[in-house]
């Protein structure tokens, strides 16, 4: 992610007066508390309103109507006889629509009648869709007439992303006077990269009253009548429906998604509403970008394109939709860095961060149009790949993708370990972008025991583990492809890897793994969830990892819901800290993965009961991108995080991830095989039906049951695939 502004008050860190980066005066920025808020999305736009479905008019929480970063309406008010109605229901569950029931309050007519409390009842509906549509139904459910005036107040102030979050800009555009005819309102702006852009409210009936900032109708109601007032708000693309049709067509694009994935079916009804919900999260986040689809990372501050994310994504959902991955990587190739650019942090071979169209960014004020920060990305890439083809064995991708193969792994050799000692690291004196470039990418996020920050090069604990894994899930791919010697040479780098890890990363004294070694190769010896995520490589001696499963299952690191990023033994702790002791959904899920390969099924266990728990607690069963790391009490549900993204697509693919890890799925599609490890249902899942699971080009069907402690399998295939039930988790480990 980008850009961060969710520092905390620390103790007081070391030379302050000379790194006064550490001194940040915000925990998140400029933008308030929006967890309560209600988001839809739908492509390039997104909307974030309050609880009501309003964006007050100078709101500070971010609130409003986006398109491609700007945000075009920044005030969206509905007011009824002057006043906000009573709020009867509201929800943004589908993803791409709103509904509210509204009602009146309590009033007197002149002569003398009382109107009593919400028998004057507004429904409302909008569907986001290349702009919104908004229809209100207003029903007089009095035994008389009845007059009122609904009204609405509009601004458009076209503020970037990073504006909205508190980016002080350097150049300004121009914003010119709203133009107003009889039934509409159209606000313009002119953007410093020499763009305008466009919000058009059009109106089906002409409001009695309109201006730049209002329009207002006055309406009589007889007894049991409804009115309707209808509108769209159209942004800059052209509308391609007719008015009324997105939602149709909308409700058929979901059902196909849904069907695009294998079926997940348990005993447990919440757990399938649970990953439901995660597999409709993952629609609101799919875009086409020129006909290349993708996920976006999350709403709202991270609606675009994330290397690292949509890898991770791509990752977790592999097993149940495998085009994800292949959409995934086809994209990123395709954006791959050609050249050095020391303000976007490209470098030939090395793959994207982050991609963005805001106004700032497409200037160069900020560097993230196409930005690639990011240590992980490429081995991220390069296992995502190596991954996609034992899924699905499908050459004809992997030969087409073999040149940024090629040169991913050529800039891990070179501009990626820049000082030769065979350890991926990164700079923390980037020009303008982010100062760490792993997955805790906040200024905050990688420190020593003391509080004092970790200065660069920084080489990350699990960013090693990425880089093992790419090497030993790649040289089956090149054998398969006829390059013994590839192979070879990728297993090789993978062992002394694994040697010199051991040896520089291993604490003998505390018996666990350092966070990271800094520029003079000293470790970070915190406990830090990044230990967790080193066991998903296998990179780790198998006789040391029972260590690290102990320290990650400790008060101070697990807190009931989940691993937190860091222990809350650690100076630099704090529980709303974005790295410093939040816990991630999608952090626990990879974790849980490694600890599955090490043969820790009890533990995997614990963590799926967690996160499903803490699921259970939030609106629509919607895990955010994180939560608090507070412990969990009898009584308390997790602590929700100000201004966290939802929906945030690796947190959308975490239930997945742990679904693998429970049933200890591990391909061969090359060879027609797949692999069940020893799989272990939890307590509260007694059956789980898998049906339609890609492997090559067959289908495999898997029913798992839970009788007296014990999970059994059947299996039903559709084709020449050898499900083999094992006992280890074959070739990660076998170096």
Same mark, same amino acid.
């Given at each position: 992610?980008?850009?961060?502004?969710?520092?905390?008050?620390?103790?007081?860190?070391?030379?302050?007066?000379?790194?006064?980066?550490?001194?940040?005066?915000?925990?998140?920025?400029?933008?308030?508390?929006?967890?309560?808020?209600?988001?839809?999305?739908?492509? &390039?736009?997104?909307?974030?309103?309050?609880?009501? &479905?309003?964006?007050?008019?100078?709101?500070?929480?971010?609130?409003?109507?986006?398109?491609?970063?700007?945000?075009?309406?920044?005030?969206?008010?509905?007011?009824?006889?002057?006043? /906000? $109605?009573?709020?009867?229901?509201?929800? *943004?569950?589908?993803?791409?629509?709103?509904?509210?029931?509204?009602?009146?309050?309590?009033?007197?007519?002149?002569?003398?009648?009382?109107?009593?409390?919400?028998?004057?009842?507004?429904t409302r509906q909008r569907v986001l869709n290349r702009g919104l549509e908004e229809s209100l139904q207003i029903t007089n459910y009095n035994t008389f007439p009845?007059?009122?005036? %609904?009204?609405?107040?509009?601004?458009?102030?076209?503020?970037?992303?990073?504006?909205?979050?508190?980016?002080?800009?350097?150049? *300004?555009?121009?914003?010119?006077?709203?133009?107003?005819?009889? !039934?509409?309102?159209?606000?313009?702006?002119?953007?410093?990269?020499?763009?305008?852009?466009?919000?058009?409210? =059009?109106?089906?009936?002409?409001?009695?009253?309109?201006?730049?900032?209002?329009?207002?109708?006055?309406?009589?109601? &007889? $007894?049991?009548?409804?009115?309707?007032?209808?509108?769209?708000?159209?942004?800059?693309?052209?509308?391609?429906?007719?008015?009324?049709?997105?939602?149709?067509?909308?409700?058929?694009?979901?059902?196909?998604?849904?069907?695009?994935?294998?079926?997940?079916?348990?005993?447990?009804?919440?757990?399938?509403?649970?990953?439901?919900?995660?597999?409709?999260?993952?629609?609101?986040?799919?875009?086409?970008?020129?006909?290349?689809?993708?996920?976006?990372?999350?709403?709202?501050?991270? =609606?675009?394109?994330? &290397?690292?994310?949509?890898?991770?994504?791509?990752?977790?959902?592999? $097993?149940?939709?495998?085009?994800?991955?292949?959409?995934?990587?086809?994209?990123?190739?395709?954006?791959?860095?050609?050249?050095?650019? =020391?303000?976007?942090?490209?470098? /030939?071979?090395?793959?994207?961060?982050?991609?963005?169209?805001?106004?700032?960014?497409?200037?160069?004020?900020?560097?993230?149009?196409?930005?690639?920060?990011?240590?992980?990305?490429?081995?991220?890439?390069?296992?995502? =790949?190596?991954?996609?083809?034992?899924?699905?064995?499908?050459?004809?991708?992997?030969?087409?993708?073999?040149?940024?193969?090629?040169?991913?792994?050529?800039?891990?050799?070179?501009?990626?370990?820049?000082?030769?000692?065979?350890?991926?690291?990164?700079?923390?004196? *980037?020009?303008?972008?982010? !100062?760490?470039?792993?997955?805790?990418?906040?200024?905050?996020?990688?420190?020593?025991?003391?509080?004092? #920050?970790?200065?660069?090069?920084?080489?990350?604990?699990?960013?090693?583990?990425?880089?093992?894994?790419?090497?030993?899930?790649?040289?089956?791919?090149?054998?398969?492809?006829?390059?013994?010697?590839? *192979?070879?040479?990728?297993?090789?780098?993978?062992?002394?890897?694994?040697?010199?890890?051991?040896?520089?990363?291993? #604490?003998?004294?505390?018996?666990?793994?350092?966070?990271?070694?800094?520029?003079?190769?000293?470790?970070?010896?915190?406990?830090?969830?990044?230990?967790?995520?080193?066991?998903?490589?296998?990179?780790?001696? %198998?006789?040391?990892?029972?260590?690290?499963?102990?320290?990650?299952?400790?008060?101070?690191?697990?807190?009931?819901?989940?691993?937190?990023?860091?222990?809350?033994?650690?100076?630099?702790?704090?529980?709303?800290?974005?790295?410093?002791?939040?816990?991630?959904?999608?952090?626990?899920?990879?974790?849980?993965?490694?600890?599955?390969?090490?043969?820790?099924?009890?533990?995997?266990?614990?963590?799926?009961?967690?996160?499903?728990?803490?699921?259970?607690?939030?609106?629509?069963?919607?895990?955010?991108?994180?939560?608090?790391?507070?412990?969990?009490?009898?009584?308390?549900?997790?602590?929700?995080?100000?201004?966290?993204?939802? %929906?945030?697509?690796?947190?959308?693919?975490?239930?997945?991830?742990? #679904?693998?890890?429970?049933?200890?799925?591990?391909?061969?599609?090359?060879?027609?095989?797949?692999?069940?490890?020893?799989?272990?249902? $939890?307590?509260?899942?007694?059956?789980?039906?898998?049906?339609?699971?890609?492997?090559?080009?067959?289908?495999?069907?898997?029913?798992?049951?839970?009788?007296?402690?014990?999970?059994?399998v059947a299996v039903e295939t559709s084709g020449d695939v050898n499900v083999v039930l094992a006992s280890s988790w074959r070739r990660f480990l076998e170096h």
């Amino acid at each position: 992610m980008t850009g961060r502004y969710h520092s905390l008050r620390r103790r007081a860190p070391l030379n302050s007066e000379e790194r006064k980066w550490e001194q940040l005066p915000d925990v998140f920025g400029r933008v308030e508390d929006i967890s309560d808020t209600l988001i839809t999305r739908e492509q &390039g736009q997104f909307l974030l309103t309050d609880a009501t &479905g309003d964006i007050p008019r100078a709101n500070k929480r971010g609130l409003g109507l986006y398109s491609h970063d700007t945000r075009h309406l920044s005030s969206f008010e509905f007011l009824l006889d002057g006043a /906000p $109605p009573l709020m009867l229901l509201s929800t *943004a569950d589908s993803g791409f629509t709103q509904e509210q029931v509204l009602g009146n309050y309590r009033s007197v007519q002149e002569e003398g009648r009382v109107i009593g409390r919400c028998t004057i009842e507004i429904t409302r509906q909008r569907v986001l869709n290349r702009g919104l549509e908004e229809s209100l139904q207003i029903t007089n459910y009095n035994t008389f007439p009845v007059s009122i005036r %609904p009204s609405y107040f509009f601004d458009a102030d076209f503020a970037d992303i990073f504006e909205v979050r508190g980016h002080q800009r350097k150049q *300004a555009g121009n914003l010119s006077p709203a133009e107003v005819t009889e !039934r509409s309102i159209c606000y313009r702006y002119w953007g410093a990269d020499g763009v305008w852009r466009r919000t058009l409210i =059009a109106f089906d009936q002409p409001p009695d009253e309109i201006d730049a900032t209002r329009a207002v109708y006055e309406l009589s109601l &007889g $007894p049991r009548e409804t009115k309707d007032i209808h509108f769209r708000i159209l942004l800059d693309e052209p509308e391609e429906s007719e008015p009324g049709s997105a939602l149709r067509r909308l409700h058929g694009e979901y059902s196909k998604w849904h069907a695009g994935f294998a079926r997940i079916r348990t005993d447990n009804e919440v757990f399938n509403e649970v990953v439901s919900r995660s597999i409709s999260d993952l629609r609101v986040l799919w875009t086409n970008l020129n006909g290349l689809p993708y996920i976006a990372a999350g709403t709202p501050w991270y =609606a675009t394109l994330f &290397g690292r994310d949509s890898i991770i994504t791509a990752l977790q959902t592999l $097993p149940f939709s495998p085009e994800i991955a292949r959409d995934t990587l086809v994209l990123l190739a395709k954006s791959q860095g050609q050249t050095i650019d =020391a303000f976007r942090c490209e470098e /030939p071979g090395k793959i994207l961060h982050e991609m963005r169209e805001d106004e700032l960014s497409v200037i160069g004020e900020l560097p993230y149009e196409r930005y690639y920060g990011s240590a992980d990305s490429t081995p991220l890439f390069l296992l995502l =790949a190596a991954e996609y083809f034992h899924w699905t064995a499908d050459r004809d991708l992997i030969e087409i993708l073999m040149p940024a193969i090629s040169a991913g792994l050529r800039w891990l050799h070179t501009h990626g370990d820049p000082d030769g000692d065979g350890f991926l690291e990164y700079a923390t004196d *980037a020009l303008g972008g982010l !100062r760490n470039q792993g997955w805790k990418d906040s200024i905050e996020g990688v420190m020593h025991s003391d509080g004092s #920050l970790c200065e660069g090069p920084i080489s990350l604990v699990e960013v090693q583990g990425y880089v093992y894994a790419a090497y030993l899930r790649l040289a089956p791919l090149f054998e398969a492809l006829g390059d013994e010697a590839k *192979a070879g040479e990728l297993r090789r780098s993978a062992a002394t890897l694994r040697r010199r890890f051991n040896r520089a990363f291993w #604490l003998p004294d505390l018996k666990r793994l350092a966070m990271a070694l800094d520029g003079k190769k000293r470790p970070s010896e915190v406990m830090s969830s990044n230990a967790g995520q080193a066991l998903w490589s296998g990179i780790l001696r %198998p006789d040391r990892a029972p260590f690290v499963r102990d320290a990650l299952f400790q008060n101070d690191m697990f807190s009931g819901w989940g691993i937190r990023t860091l222990s809350s033994d650690a100076i630099s702790y704090y529980p709303l800290g974005y790295h410093v002791g939040t816990v991630w959904p999608h952090d626990n899920g990879i974790i849980a993965l490694g600890l599955k390969r090490y043969g820790f099924d009890n533990e995997v266990n614990e963590i799926a009961t967690a996160l499903f728990d803490a699921a259970r607690e939030f609106p629509s069963y919607r895990l955010p991108e994180l939560f608090g790391g507070q412990p969990r009490s009898e009584y308390q549900p997790p602590v929700p995080y100000p201004v966290a993204c939802r %929906p945030q697509a690796w947190t959308a693919g975490a239930q997945l991830h742990l #679904l693998q890890a429970m049933l200890g799925l591990y391909p061969d599609a090359a060879n027609k095989r797949l692999y069940v490890i020893r799989p272990r249902l $939890p307590y509260w899942l007694k059956s789980v039906h898998i049906g339609g699971l890609q492997v090559g080009t067959e289908k495999v069907d898997l029913r798992f049951y839970l009788q007296r402690g014990r999970t059994s399998v059947a299996v039903e295939t559709s084709g020449d695939v050898n499900v083999v039930l094992a006992s280890s988790w074959r070739r990660f480990l076998e170096h």
